[in-house]
């Protein structure tokens, strides 16, 4: 339903009034209401409005008068309200005539009547109809009962889509990730996303942007667009969608504390009483499409300078993508948690990964792009049963604070190795630096002399079951070179051949190159 000015009168807005001319045409809609009172008002005179006013502008002249009157009819003005006595005393028989023929009312008020205080009362019910037309109360339940149901940033572009001559933008001040109902707003957003403006009218669009502020802390900025100037409605759209916006990030955090919880349970005690379908099932209501075989990756993450340990969302994010592309998995086949102030991921694992390759392949994206952190890795074999979860983690988060505590060279640790560091975790590691240099010191004195590799070439040899050519293969070089590369090391009094000193060369070797273990 139209506001007219019948509308407002049987409201019984107006207290005591006198229509002085085209009484007939009460009906005319108007949108908005203005007072006019400058001498410039051809300037000034909106669409479909309602003239509040003392005729300041006009006093005694009367083809400005006649220009006004005009004016307001070209802009489809509903009717002129005017005060009189205070500039004008009476409205001339010629004006009468005027406004008849243009079918444009005017309404005389009584000299003590307050132009200000009508002027809120007739704003007062426009705004109230505008929000009857807008089902304001109706869509409110609507809106934040479907975020409820589906607490998500698609939801919200969903609703945007139902109302009229609005769009927005939201964006993650977390992630970084932006989303939209129009890609135009990108644009616009790229351009003005340092402004500190609120609103901003670009040609005839209005624009609002502001930071979504949770627990004294900027989450989301969002940015509006609409075509009209009704504030009052937007403002209004804007704060519902303030706080659905906080609902959705409430209900993430729930989530996120229900999912560690879980995931807390998942490598303690949960796993180890579930057999693999009902862990699978379990896992559903989190949708997490858990298949076995899985592997956990386990990281400790400082910063080199502080040895603070790094939680930053966007590093968990990259994280995140990394894994994602390097297994070859969906975001959905793949979890991570924070425990004890390590990194958790589980990760769905096809058996035809090379895992061992697969990991150093995320630990040098990430070393590359964050050379100012110290990033330490333990990772678990393939996991096939939910049962051998606890105490695989276990064991690679205990292995992790050990190196760390050791200060070990290496930042890249498989399951066998960890295996292997937590039995010789109590050892003392002089007596095993000196265990290494008794038996590797010969090779590397050379090694270092001569620029050569014998070492690294002595434990592909072995690694490669003493095989000259797979040796060659394995450090691309040329099968005579690892001919002469043990020759050499048959001069230095080196018997592979031996089984007892076989072992301890072999042990020295692997100590030393899986750990990182120095020869000085």
Known sequence: ????????????????????????????????????????????????????????????????????????????????????????????????????????????????????????????????????????????????KEVYETPTT???????????????????????????????????????????????R???????????????????KILFRAKNDRRHILHSYIEIFKLMVIVIYQKKIENTLKQNQFLLNFVSNLASNYSNNQLIEATKRYKWKIQFPITMMLFSIKDKATSKVITNPNLIEYIRQVIINKFHVQSDELRYTWLNDQLLFIINTYETIRLDDTVKNVYTLLENKYPEFMIQITYSSLITEASLI??????LSEALIHIDNQKLGLNIFSESQVKLLNL??????NDMAKYINDRLKPIYTYDQKHQSQLIETLFAYIESKFNIKKTAEKLFIHYNSVRYRLEVLDSLGLNINDSKSFFDIYFALYLHISFDVKIS
């Open 1 to 144: 339903m139209n506001t007219t000015i019948k509308t407002i009168m049987n409201l019984e807005i107006f207290q005591s009034y006198e229509v002085l001319s085209a009484k007939n045409d009460l009906e005319k809609p108007f949108e908005s209401i203005s007072i006019l009172e400058t001498p410039d008002f051809e300037n000034y005179i909106i669409e479909k409005s309602l003239i509040l006013t003392t005729f300041y502008p006009i006093k005694g002249d009367q083809d400005k008068f006649e220009k006004l009157m005009y004016t307001l009819a070209k802009k489809n003005t509903a009717a002129i309200v005017i005060k009189l006595k205070r500039y004008i005393n009476q409205i001339p028989e010629s004006i009468i005539t005027l406004s008849n023929s243009l079918h444009l009312p005017i309404i005389a008020l009584n000299y003590d009547a307050n132009l200000s205080l009508l002027f809120n009362n007739i704003l007062s019910e426009l705004q109230r109809k505008d929000y009857y037309d807008a089902s304001f109360t109706q869509n409110y339940s609507q809106f934040l």
């Open 154 to 200: 698609k939801t919200l572009l969903q609703i945007i889509d139902k109302i009229e001559d609005l769009d927005i933008l939201i964006y993650n001040l977390d992630n970084k990730k932006t989303y939209y109902s129009d890609k135009d707003l990108l644009s616009y957003f790229n351009q003005y996303n340092t402004s500190s403006n609120l609103f901003h």
């Open 202 to 220: 670009v040609d005839q669009v209005l624009y609002y942007t502001e930071d979504v502020i949770y627990d004294d802390q900027p989450i989301y």
């Open 390 to 395: 606890p105490q695989t983690y276990t064991q």
């Open 424 to 429: 010789l975790k109590n050892l003392n590691y």
